[in-house]
């Protein structure tokens, strides 16, 4: 009997500060986005299948953030899923799907979209209706999307 293991998925560290978080080097700041390419590479080095990127959490209720780390990371890689965590209540399903529709036209079929809090299962399945890529909600396994 064979046994497969599971894919490997990494977590991605969150970019805190949009691009540059000026409190962790007073001289300018380090590169909180080039550190997640960084870490994706890295991940897609090792032989990861996924790589998730955290849910954003921008002041003011913007979520676009996640997308665009999402969109960094899928331009940054080449093999390596992309797992994009978003807020039910920061997006309707036409301007999701057209943010995916978008990175999976310029990077391949290696988007995934994992929807989280109250409403969840309303944009998962309006998105799944308008985007053929994989979608789930917070109670399915991250490796399920890339299986």
């Known amino acids: 009997m064979t046994t497969i293991a599971p894919p490997r998925v990494v977590r991605l560290d969150p970019?805190?500060?949009?691009?540059?978080?000026?409190?962790?080097?007073?001289?300018?700041?380090?590169?909180?986005?080039?550190?997640?390419l960084a870490?994706?590479?890295?991940?897609?080095?090792?032989?990861?299948?996924?790589?998730?990127i955290p849910a954003g959490s921008a002041p003011g209720g913007r979520q676009w953030p996640s997308t665009a780390q999402a969109l960094a990371v899928l331009l940054a890689t080449s093999t390596v899923h992309v797992v994009v965590?978003?807020?039910?209540?920061?997006?309707?399903?036409?301007?999701?799907?057209?943010f995916a529709a978008s990175a999976t036209g310029l990077?391949?079929?290696?988007?995934?979209?994992?929807?989280?809090?109250?409403g969840s299962a309303t944009l998962a399945a309006?998105?799944?209706?308008?985007?053929?890529?994989?979608v789930a909600i917070a109670?399915?396994?991250?490796?399920?999307?890339?299986?």
Request: no cysteine; proline share 8%.
């Open 126 to 134: 309006a998105l799944a209706a308008r985007w053929p890529g994989p």
């Open 107 to 118: 990077a391949g079929r290696r988007l995934a979209v994992r929807v989280l809090g109250p």
């Open 15 to 36: 970019v805190l500060h949009g691009l540059v978080d000026p409190t962790a080097d007073p001289a300018g700041g380090t590169r909180d986005l080039d550190a997640m």
């Open 39 to 52: 870490q994706a590479r890295a991940a897609e080095l090792g032989g990861a299948a996924a790589v998730t």
């Open 139 to 147: 109670d399915t396994e991250i490796a399920a999307l890339v299986a």
């Open 85 to 98: 965590e978003v807020s039910a209540a920061a997006w309707t399903p036409d301007a999701l799907a057209r």
